[in-house]
């Protein structure tokens, strides 16, 4: 079959559709103005690579040539990589969740040529089924409308594009959920101060508890989807909700959304025991995940958390680099299904979950006969016919090690080694499968969040490979995705960057770098330099000063019918968060006044919506302890001398371990070092950024072996802090993870 026009796209999602009859177009201005110049409505189609029920539709409906031969007939087709265009599906999502009550992916737009919704959905059969409308009966239907009735289909595309601005913040209202028509079923706040931070504060945490699933972990019922920057909030907020935190982590951490012989999360878990999982996974969750995790351990010092952070990045370190340096985007869902017998795979039955799955017999195949096999058919919960297709079981962490030892007589010590051969044995056993087809584009804004996953683990654990993966992405991202303007691409595929940055890329890599720099290398304030130099472009092309608040595109897209908000916890953490968070964190170091203004209105205009919604909000908990609290800041001078600089080096990776919203360390450069980085971060000519003012050279030669800190939060300094114990005690009086300064 001759390929379509997606055969030339970088996206590995977009190739995916490359030789389907549909006659696709990417998103782009030969498409758009073809259904101008032929005044056609748009078939618009979003998905991404690992997307289970994006492959079903694509099998169903974009590889049958009858329908492609109506679609081709009577519309321009368009797919987008949600991923690449993260604004342009978010405008589109908004009107499919208004209208439909669901969102997600695949997602399905019928447009005017000037980009109007009038019809819109989700996954879509081919034919009627599962109470839902066939996608040859809607584009039958819809193409007849287009021609005898295009004034109603008009009226619908006006209504819902000025829900879609109402909801964004360019409209009055968004009209109440309706039924779908045509085919038939088938702003800036004002200033708050600290009380209503606090109370909006509060407000969120006991929502968060209150939602908390007691008896089986997690939020709500099936599906239940990770959440981390939820159980970050909790895990801060105090013994109580920490309990909760710790135990709902411990279920991800024992069940199938864990993989318990390769490391790492799946995206969601379908069931309410988080034990059968929706197998892709992601790049984000387990960036964010992995932090949970390491924070958990850091405030209790459980093995178990720092087991599941540490196999998450070792995994991402294994399966997800790309040989230039950075992080692929994901792992698909589906792969295809081993023959029953045999290793030899069925290239024809890709299902859902193949690669992870066991039979009793591939356990006993793999590990030979005897109590090998036992103990883990025991271990992972595996007997019988499992509950998956052909009888397939999910792994999951069914019986505790100690009772393992109980039960087959082992000591605690042995039953451990037994178990980790064993996971080694299955996890060599299992990379024999045909693997997972991995999206192999390199997004800026993940990375970043990997960038600061990969720092905090070097802090608490001390590994130089953590560290040496969180600079080198860092390096990746600077290096192969700038724009040549100060500014940020989002994609790398393919040896081609492509698509200007979105605020989750800018807002992401300033994290990522601030974080490299606290974490990592706080004697090297050129990171610090660049995050401050990114944080500027971020403002000037995302922030929107009418409204108090950062937009997701920045303000020269015109392909959109709405400029889309960037509020919620949508997979990754909210962009907007993030934003509000690292600018705070960089006004120590830059005096700009602004960050932090701009920072108070996007809090202001989102405390109330925190307050009823934490759950889809829970970024901002961070975002209003940072404004209520300030960054916690540490500043070093050190001694030119080896045992000044070991010293440094013992306090920092005290100071890496707090728990913090907004941390920041730095070591305070030589005074000529300073005074040259100081004009590209405060934007001045003269003087020095606020952290290190009054401090360069201050480094005596005392007791710390010519170390001096200083432990600040909120224009409130401690004294010239010179011995170790001094500064822990100074740490635990200022730290806000214990209870929170309520």
Excluded at 321 to 335: I, N, Q, W
Aim: hydrophobic share 45%; net charge neutral; proline share 7%.
């Amino acid at each position: 079959m001759r390929p379509n026009r997606l055969a030339r796209e970088a996206s590995p999602y977009l190739r995916q559709h490359a030789l389907n009859p549909v006659d696709w177009y990417p998103w782009g201005e030969e498409a758009l103005s073809r259904a101008r110049r032929e005044d056609r409505p748009i078939f618009l189609s979003v998905g991404y690579a690992a997307c289970h029920w994006c492959h079903v539709m694509a099998r169903e409906s974009f590889e049958d040539p009858a329908l492609a031969e109506l679609l081709n007939a009577h519309f321009v087709n368009v797919k987008v990589d949600r991923e690449e265009r993260p604004d342009l599906d978010a405008v589109y999502q908004t009107i499919c969740q208004l209208v439909t009550g669901e969102g997600g992916w695949p997602l399905s737009v019928f447009l005017t040529p000037d980009l109007r919704p009038f019809f819109v959905g989700t996954y879509f059969p081919k034919e009627d089924a599962r109470g839902r409308p066939g996608l040859r009966r809607i584009a039958a239907t819809l193409a007849q409308a287009w021609k005898e009735r295009r004034a109603e289909i008009e009226a619908v595309a006006s209504r819902w594009t000025d829900a879609i601005r109402a909801v964004h913040g360019e409209g009055v209202a968004a009209p109440p959920r309706g039924a779908r028509p045509i085919v038939g079923d088938g702003g800036a706040g004002a200033e708050l101060g600290e009380r209503e931070l606090q109370d909006a504060r509060k407000q969120a945490l006991a929502g968060l508890v209150a939602a908390v699933d007691r008896e089986a972990g997690g939020f709500g019922g099936a599906p239940k989807f990770p959440h981390p920057e939820a159980w970050r909030a909790l895990l801060r907020a105090g013994a109580k909700p920490r309990e909760l935190a710790l135990e709902s982590l411990r279920r991800m951490a024992e069940g199938g959304i864990h993989d318990q012989l390769g490391g790492g999360f799946h995206r969601y878990a379908v069931d309410r025991e988080f034990r059968v999982p929706h197998f892709e996974k992601m790049l984000y969750d387990n960036a964010g995940l992995a932090i949970a995790y390491i924070e958990a351990h850091l405030l209790t010092g459980d093995a178990w958390c720092a087991e599941a952070a540490r196999a998450a990045l070792d995994w991402l370190l294994r399966e997800m680099r790309t040989p230039e340096g950075g992080f692929a985007a994901s792992l698909d869902a589906d792969s295809p299904l081993p023959h029953p017998g045999s290793a030899r795979p069925e290239p024809e039955r890709e299902v859902e979950g193949a690669y992870y799955t066991w039979t009793a017999d591939e356990i006993r195949r793999a590990l030979g006969p005897g109590e090998d096999a036992e103990i883990a058919l025991a271990r992972f919960g595996v007997g019988g016919e499992g509950p998956l297709v052909e009888g397939r079981s999910v792994l999951y962490a069914a019986v505790s090690a100690e009772g393992i030892a109980q039960g087959f007589g082992l000591s605690p010590e042995e039953s451990e080694r037994r178990l980790s051969r064993l996971r080694a044995e299955l996890l060599r056993a299992r990379a024999a499968r045909p693997r997972p087809a991995r999206d192999e584009k390199v997004l800026a804004g993940w990375n970043g969040l990997a960038a600061s996953a990969f720092a905090r683990a070097y802090a608490a654990f001390g590994l130089r490979a953590y560290r040496d993966a969180a600079e080198a992405t860092l390096r990746f991202v600077l290096d192969r995705l700038s724009d040549g303007r100060g500014g940020l691409l989002r994609r790398w595929a393919a040896g081609e960057a492509a698509h200007p940055g979105t605020l989750e890329d800018y807002a992401f890599v300033v994290s990522g770098l601030l974080d490299l720099h606290t974490y990592c290398r706080p004697e090297d304030a050129g990171w610090v330099v660049r995050a401050a130099a990114l944080a500027r472009e971020m403002m000037a092309r995302f922030w929107d000063p009418m409204r108090g608040r950062f937009a997701l595109s920045a303000r020269d897209r015109a392909d959109l019918v709405a400029r889309p908000g960037a509020e919620a916890d949508a997979g990754p953490p909210s962009p907007e968060a993030a934003a509000v968070v690292a600018l705070l964190r960089l006004v120590p170091f830059t005096g700009d006044a602004s960050f932090e203004e701009a920072a108070r209105r996007a809090v202001a205009a989102t405390v109330d919506r925190l307050a009823r919604h934490p759950l889809g909000l829970a970024s901002w908990i961070a975002a209003v302890e940072a404004l209520l609290w300030g960054p916690l800041e540490v500043c070093l001078s050190v001694a030119p001398d080896a045992r000044a600089r070991r010293t440094a080096r013992r306090w920092l990776r005290r100071v890496g371990r707090e728990v913090e919203p907004a941390l920041v360390a730095t070591v305070v450069p030589p005074r000529e070092e300073a005074a040259r980085l100081a004009a590209p971060l405060t934007g001045r000519a003269d003087g020095l950024p606020p952290i290190w003012e009054g401090r360069v050279e201050a480094g005596g030669t005392g007791p710390a072996g010519g170390v001096t800190a200083w432990v600040c939060r909120r224009f409130a300094c401690s004294a010239p802090i010179r011995d170790g114990r001094a500064l822990a005690r100074e740490l635990r009086g200022r730290a806000l993870a214990a209870e929170g300064p309520d």
